[in-house]
């Protein structure tokens, strides 16, 4: 569809508008695209998404050595069950005990907190209950002296863990 118009020397000038097809095509290239590349995003968020758990994850082990060397090559203590909910002293400070789920923490009155001083390294950017417990990580229950028993649990000297290269935090 051309659209003539005059202009003040007296000459004309055409302007071309685009015709429906052409919008529909141009639109369904742009559809075919995003279609193309939402995939890619997805994989781009997922892929940072681990990388902060595992940099999380990282302080975390970096909070626990730190605070062995300040204790006498002591680990953190651990609260367990019901028992252990409201205690302090533990890596973390259990508020509430769950029995479905697993409960709610406050990291920042726990042991580990002066070593990292933020709440979010105690979170996985993968874990979708994070919001509601406040913590995704735990503590590997091996590393506490036994018999365990429910309440705040005491952990052996790092000296005394048996192939550490083989054991979890």
Same mark, same amino acid.
């Given at each position: ?10 000459? #004309? !000038? ?33 892929? &940072?998404?681990?990388? =902060? =758990?595992?940099?999380?994850?990282? !302080?975390?082990?970096? &909070?626990? *050595? ?20 409201? !205690?302090?002293?533990?890596?973390? *400070? ?36 994070? =919001?509601?417990?406040? !913590? #995704? ?8 002296? *036994? ?12 000296? =005394? ?9």
């Amino acid at each position: 569809m051309e659209i003539r118009q005059r202009i003040p020397n007296g000459e #004309s !000038q055409v302007n071309r508008a685009f015709t429906l097809i052409e919008l529909l095509v141009v639109i369904a290239i742009i559809g075919i695209l995003a279609a193309l590349l939402f995939p890619v995003f997805a994989a781009a968020k997922l892929a &940072a998404k681990t990388s =902060t =758990t595992i940099s999380n994850l990282r !302080q975390l082990g970096t &909070a626990t *050595f730190l605070y062995a060397a300040d204790a006498d090559d002591t680990l953190p203590m651990v609260t367990e069950g019901f028992m252990g909910a409201g !205690q302090l002293g533990g890596y973390t *400070f259990n508020l509430e005990f769950g029995q479905k789920e697993a409960g709610r923490f406050d990291p920042s009155r726990g042991s580990l907190f002066p070593y990292v001083k933020s709440t979010g390294i105690f979170l996985s950017a993968l874990d979708p209950t994070a =919001t509601d417990s406040h !913590q #995704s990580f735990a503590m590997n229950g091996s590393l506490t002296v *036994f018999p365990p028993k429910p309440g705040l649990l005491r952990t052996r000297p790092l000296t =005394t863990v048996e192939k550490p290269a083989e054991q979890f935090l």
